[in-house]
Every structure is written in C-alpha cells, then in structure tokens.
C-alpha cells in the first residue's frame, strides 16, 4: 500500500505517463462535468453590466496613447498601471465599443483556461486525479463574485493566467528531471513578464519557484552528470525571475506610481495584520463569518504545516506554503473581497484535494484496487462523490444578484439623443445615481462619443449651483428619478 502512494503522489512524476483510453474518456467526463459546474452556477455573470471601476479603468486606458501602453508593457518596471490589463480593456472597446458582453466572454474564456493551468500545474505536482479534484474544487465558488461579475478583476484574471503558464513551464520540465533550456527560459520570463504586467501578486513567483525547489525539486539530472553549470542552471529561473520581480517593484512604489498615496494601497505590515487579513480572506472563501479570529488562524495553520511537515506527501508543504506565500502582497493593505485571493486559493483546494485523496487511500489499506480498470472506478466514485457535495454546496451558496449600476440606462439615453444630436458638446446631469465622488457619467460620455472633449458636468460634483443662465448654456441636460433618466434639454 504504501510503495502505491508513493508512485502515486509522494515524487512528481519521472515524464509523462501514457493514458489509457479509459482514463482519457474518464477526464474529458470529468472535464465536461467541471466546466458544467461552472457554467451552471457562474454563467449569470455573462449578463452583468459594466461597474463604475470598469469606466475607470476603461477611460484610463483608452485616454492613454496606444504607444505609450505598448512602451508601458515593455518596460514592466515603469510605473505604469497594469499595462497589460489596461491593453485587454483597449482591445475590448475597440472590438465591442460600450457593449459589456464581449468583456463578459473574454473573462469567461480566461476563467476557463484558467481551470485548465491549474489542473496542470497540481497534475504535475501530484497526479492526474489529484489535479483533477483540485479544478473541482476551484471551479466555481460564490465568494469570487466579482470576477464573476466585475470586468475590473481581469487583472487578477489575466494575472493568474500568465502565472500558472509560466509556473506550468517550470513544473512540466522539472517533474521530468531536466532544466529548462534557453529558448524556455526565455518563455518563461515572457510570461512572468506578462503576471507582472497584469497585477502586482505576480511578485511572489519566484518564492513560489523557490519553494517547489526546496521541496519537490529533483537535484539529480537526466543524462547530465553533476556539476556546479548545472546547479547554476537549476537556480536561474528562480533567481532571474527575483530579477525581473525586484525594479518591477521599485517602480510600483517609486513616487509617479498611481498606487502611492492611494490609500486602498497604504502598507501595514505587522504579524498581527497578516493573520488577521489571512482570517478574513479564509472566512469569505468558505462563506462562514465570523468562523475565524487572527488567533485561531495562526492555530489552524500551525497544526496544517504540522500535518504537512510529518506526512509523506511533500505536496502538502508546497501546497501550504504556496497558501501562506501568494497573499502577500494583499495581506497588509485593507481587505479586499475573495477576489484577491483567487491565485492562493489555488494552494487551499490542492492542499485538500491531496489530503482527500491520500486519506482515501489510507482508509482502504489493502484493498486499494491494483487493477488499472479498478482504480478508474475508484477514481470516477471519488470525483462523482465530491461533485455531489460541492454541487449542494453551491446551490445553498449561490451568486446573489449583481447590483445595478446606472451605466446602461445612461448609453441608451445617449443612444437615443444621437438620432437628435450626434456630437453634444456639453452634457449637464442636474442628478444621476452615483455617488459624489464618482466621475462615471463623464467617462461614460466621452468613450460613448469617444472624444475626450466632450464636457459632461455633474451638478453634485460642481461644488455650487450654477445659475439658470448658465444651465441653459448645455447642449444637453439629464435628471434622474424614480423612473430612470429623463431628458430635460432637449426634450425626451
């Protein structure tokens, strides 16, 4: 029993095992069941409309040259905003113009690539079933609303993306006990680049590289004989990602950042604010308020990383690790949604779907079937059980409806008024459903007409109340109540 688990889990694979035909017919079932999950429980967020942070970040990057996104790219160590997220957003309008659903099916397509990486990544950690339990796992869950519903969270989407591709590079030439050669080094800076591009937990790659070398890399070389070349070699990813990592983050906290004096980003960085940021994030993800304190936290996770450190399996210490190491960058500014934690949830649901599996394993003792056809069935008993569970789950943890926004009922007043007035100069809005501090209408106007001219006035962000004379100045003039907005000049 023990030698099974141990060519099953406890050492990454030597290559890549053939695959029977039942076991591909097993995983395109299974594949077709997860991204069924997904669909079924995620797929309302297709319809969701643009947020106030996607007319931010939409305006920001249209405003912007298209040269300078591209240098901004480029030079990843400017202090350029999430080039690449911004170049995604360009890219988008340019396609669908003020029409949310092409930004919806864009993050959708990634979130399904996404499952794919993460499966490849835990497959080439552990095993196939063991990858496959942990995209189970990582699915769908109502916690990440926001990706569901958001286009703002494409740079943890995007950013996810490009770091389990670089991360998979990494762990699918090392499993098989060779080093990456040049032209795959060189791969996988392009996508570390491109993490860094996207959002600032990029930055933790080259831990997370680090890490898997200390506790699941092979030292021993396929057809190379030791050497202290091939130890340097073994090291550079890592250290050339640190590389890339390190002016990357002095020009996010140089002073022409937008993230310095924004106080959503203000550091505070104490043990007792990571335990209790890693409380609060832990809470949101299992939907149960209130469950955690900073104290029970750092209780739990001490007696997990001793189940880990005692265990044969060493992918339960990389999957803890990898937990305790991702959220870094988020875990000393003020909380987020479960959004932010999208990447380290990827070490929670490998942890678990590794300890499901050895347990399992553990409880059968000797009766583990040996048989390729009995272990199939095992395997398909165990995802099918799981799958019930999580699907209950989720129906009792559904996606609460997403909040209107206001931004779709302006585009068809503007849709409306361009029969009548195809280029206003000036917009007044005597009031709108936003806040005070929010520019929306503005942006919503000028990319509408996608002209940068355009003067779109709120009255409750003037700072007094113009007189009549001045009023009548507008091309147009919007109100907004009970029944939407109303066209005051010219009549609606």
Same mark, same amino acid.
């Given at each position: 029993?023990?030698?099974?688990?141990?060519? $099953?889990?406890?050492?990454?694979?030597?290559?890549?095992? +053939?695959?029977? /035909?039942?076991? +591909?017919?097993?995983?395109? #079932?299974?594949?077709?069941?997860?991204?069924?999950?997904?669909?079924?429980?995620?797929?309302?967020?297709?319809?969701?409309?643009?947020?106030?942070?996607?007319?931010?970040?939409?305006?920001?990057?249209?405003?912007?040259?298209?040269? $300078?996104?591209?240098?901004?790219?480029?030079? #990843?160590?400017?202090?350029?905003?999430?080039?690449?997220?911004?170049?995604?957003?360009?890219?988008?309008?340019?396609?669908?113009?003020?029409?949310?659903?092409?930004? $919806?099916?864009?993050?959708?397509?990634?979130?399904?690539?996404?499952?794919?990486?993460? !499966?490849?990544?835990?497959?080439?950690?552990?095993?196939?079933?063991?990858?496959?339990?942990?995209?189970?796992?990582?699915?769908?869950?109502?916690?990440?609303?926001?990706?569901?519903?958001?286009?703002? /969270?494409?740079?943890?989407?995007?950013? *996810?993306?490009? !770091?389990?591709?670089?991360?998979?590079? !990494?762990?699918?030439?090392?499993?098989?006990?060779?080093?990456?050669?040049?032209?795959?080094?060189?791969?996988?800076?392009?996508?570390?680049?491109?993490?860094?591009?996207?959002?600032?937990?990029?930055?933790?790659? %080259?831990?997370?590289?680090?890490?898997?070398?200390?506790?699941?890399? +092979?030292?021993?070389?396929?057809?190379?004989?030791?050497?202290?070349?091939i130890g340097l070699r073994r090291w550079m990813p890592p250290a050339s990602s640190a590389a890339i990592a390190l002016p990357y983050i002095f020009g996010k906290l140089s002073s022409s950042s937008p993230l310095i004096g924004n106080e959503s980003y203000r550091l505070h960085?104490?043990?007792?604010?990571?335990?209790?940021?890693?409380?609060?994030?832990?809470?949101?993800? &299992?939907?149960? %308020?209130?469950?955690?304190?900073?104290?029970?936290?750092? &209780?739990?996770?001490?007696?997990?990383?001793?189940?880990?450190?005692?265990?044969?399996?060493?992918?339960?210490?990389? @999957?803890?690790?990898?937990?305790?190491?991702?959220?870094?960058?988020?875990? *000393?500014?003020?909380?987020?949604?479960?959004?932010?934690?999208?990447?380290?949830?990827?070490?929670?649901?490998? !942890?678990? @779907?590794?300890?499901?599996?050895?347990?399992?394993?553990?409880?059968?003792?000797? $009766?583990?079937?040996?048989?390729?056809?009995?272990?199939? @069935?095992?395997?398909?008993?165990?995802?099918?059980?799981?799958?019930?569970?999580? *699907?209950?789950?989720?129906? #009792?943890?559904?996606?609460?409806? @997403?909040?209107?926004?206001?931004? +779709?009922?302006?585009?068809?007043?503007?849709?409306?008024?361009?029969?009548r007035m195809p280029a206003p100069a000036r917009i007044l809005f005597l009031d709108d459903p936003f806040s005070n501090h929010e520019w929306t209408p503005v942006f919503v106007c000028r990319l509408y007409y996608r002209n940068r001219n355009v003067v779109a006035d709120q009255?409750?962000?003037?700072?007094?109340?113009?007189?009549?004379?001045?009023?009548?100045?507008?091309?147009?003039?919007?109100?907004?109540?009970?029944?939407?907005? /109303?066209?005051?000049?010219? %009549?609606?």
């Open positions: 029993m023990q030698e099974y688990i141990e060519s $099953r889990t406890i050492q990454p694979a030597a290559g890549t095992p +053939r695959v029977s /035909t039942a076991e +591909r017919v097993l995983l395109i #079932f299974q594949g077709g069941l997860i991204l069924y999950v997904f669909l079924r429980f995620a797929r309302v967020g297709l319809r969701a409309d643009f947020t106030n942070d996607d007319m931010l970040n939409l305006y920001q990057a249209w405003e912007k040259p298209i040269l $300078r996104l591209v240098k901004e790219n480029l030079l #990843f160590f400017s202090s350029g905003y999430r080039p690449l997220g911004a170049l995604a957003y360009r890219f988008l309008f340019a396609v669908g113009g003020l029409n949310a659903l092409p930004f $919806r099916i864009a993050v959708y397509v990634l979130l399904i690539v996404n499952l794919y990486l993460l !499966y490849r990544v835990a497959r080439d950690i552990t095993t196939r079933e063991i990858g496959i339990l942990t995209a189970l796992l990582l699915c769908f869950n109502a916690s990440f609303a926001e990706l569901y519903y958001n286009t703002g /969270t494409i740079y943890d989407v995007l950013c *996810f993306t490009f !770091y389990f591709a670089a991360l998979g590079l !990494y762990i699918g030439v090392r499993k098989n006990h060779r080093l990456l050669t040049t032209r795959q080094w060189i791969a996988f800076l392009v996508l570390n680049i491109c993490a860094l591009n996207s959002k600032e937990m990029a930055v933790t790659l %080259p831990a997370v590289l680090l890490i898997y070398e200390l506790v699941l890399g +092979r030292s021993e070389l396929r057809d190379a004989a030791p050497s202290a070349r960085i104490s043990v007792a604010t990571y335990f209790s940021a890693l409380a609060h994030y832990f809470q949101i993800l &299992a939907q149960a %308020p209130g469950a955690l304190s900073a104290g029970t936290c750092a &209780a739990l996770l001490l007696l997990l990383l001793a189940a880990a450190l005692l265990a044969p399996e060493r992918c339960l210490l990389f @999957a803890l690790l990898f937990t305790l190491i991702t959220p870094l960058p988020v875990l *000393f500014v003020p909380v987020r949604g479960a959004y932010a934690m999208y990447i380290p949830a990827f070490g929670i649901a490998l !942890y678990l @779907a590794a300890t499901l599996v050895f347990v399992r394993d553990r409880l059968l003792s000797g $009766r583990v079937p040996k048989k390729p056809a009995g272990r199939i @069935a095992l395997e398909a008993a165990t995802f099918l059980l799981c799958l019930a569970g999580l *699907f209950r789950y989720h129906r #009792f943890h559904s996606l609460n409806p @997403a909040a209107e926004s206001g931004i +779709r009922p302006l585009i068809v007043q503007l849709d409306n008024l361009r029969t009255i409750k962000m003037m700072g007094y109340t113009p007189d009549q004379q001045q009023i009548d100045s507008y091309d147009v003039i919007f109100t907004y109540g009970k029944t939407g907005y /109303t066209r005051v000049k010219p %009549p609606g």
